[in-house]
């Protein structure tokens, strides 16, 4: 390359740059100079070429043109490049004994219905019952009342309710912890489960060679008065783990769950109709807020 077109590319850059100068709020101002820097980078070392951009660009248009109020493929980008993890990573700063952050995924609803401890929140989604039960203390060991627990997962199907079109709610519920912090529940034993792949990221993937699949995972987000709220998942050890396609596998959030013949004695006494149960203990962590 000459140094003439060096300092073509150079030049602009700097100018585009410069363009951000004047932006009024700071944090912006920040971000974009540092977007657009790494960008032009980007382009510039790979020696980007106007077909690829014109690809990238039909891309992003076909992620925008599949989203909707059910599906969010620009999350599911997201996710599959990492970006997701390492957000959540960079604003859940590691505290003492405070439960790892993993991705929240595209299929948390923000409205659910509640159920009480020791209810059902299957909601008769197919697959094989499974017993939850554990705590939410704080990083002092503290329990935490009536912290609310928010729990979502695929069934048997690999589907989230959502990815239905009968506008069912199953698989998906929330509840508060008792006086003493802890909470059960039934759910499904987690499954894995191919993320959405019909669309642009799908092809993505199928370009790299990479598998959609996620592995078996129970979705947990926990809120309480005064700590971090926390989104994490309970990973079942066991399962193949390796390839996430997310990358939101952490060792720590990894937990038994024992199967059990439909004759053993359940928690609650609830009769078991299908050939097998699991039950599984997830002790939650909550950080406090930071500063």
């Known amino acids: ?104 995924g595209p299929f948390f609803a923000a409205q659910s219905p509640r159920i009480e401890n020791g209810d059902d929140l299957a909601a008769g989604a197919p697959g094989e019952p499974c017993w939850v039960e554990g705590t939410v203390t704080d990083t002092s060991g503290r329990p935490v009342s ?17 990815q239905y079109s009968d506008g069912r709610t199953t698989a998906r519920a929330h509840l508060f912890t008792d006086r003493s912090g802890a909470y059960r529940f039934w759910a499904l034993t987690p499954t894995p489960y191919p993320i959405p792949d019909d669309g642009p990221v799908g092809a993505l993937l199928k370009a790299t060679n990479r598998s959609p699949m996620r592995v078996p995972h129970l979705h947990f987000k926990a809120s309480a008065d005064g700590l971090r709220t926390l989104v994490t998942h309970a990973f079942v050890r066991g399962a193949e783990l390796a390839g996430d396609s997310v990358f939101g596998v952490r060792e720590s959030l990894v937990r038994d769950f024992q ?9 609650d006494g609830r009769v078991i109709e299908s050939d097998s149960w699991t039950r599984a203990r997830f002790d939650i962590v909550l950080a406090p807020l930071p500063g």
């Open 146 to 162: 009536a912290a609310r627990l928010d729990v979502w997962e695929a069934d048997d199907e690999g589907r989230y309710d959502v």
């Open 1 to 104: 390359m000459t140094p003439e077109q060096v300092r073509r590319e150079e030049e602009l850059s700097a100018t585009v740059l410069a363009s951000f100068e004047a932006t009024p709020d700071v944090r912006l101002r920040t971000v974009l100079t540092s977007l657009t820097e790494h960008l032009h980078a980007f382009v510039r070392e790979v020696r980007l070429s106007e077909d690829e951009w014109q690809a990238a660009i039909d891309f992003l248009t076909a992620t925008g043109h599949i989203t909707d109020e059910r599906r969010q493929e620009f999350i599911l980008l997201s996710d599959v490049l990492g970006i997701s993890m390492q957000t959540v990573t960079v604003n859940n700063a590691a505290h003492g004994e405070a439960t790892e952050s993993t991705v929240v």
């Open 259 to 267: 199967r059990l013949p439909p004759d053993a004695p359940t928690p």
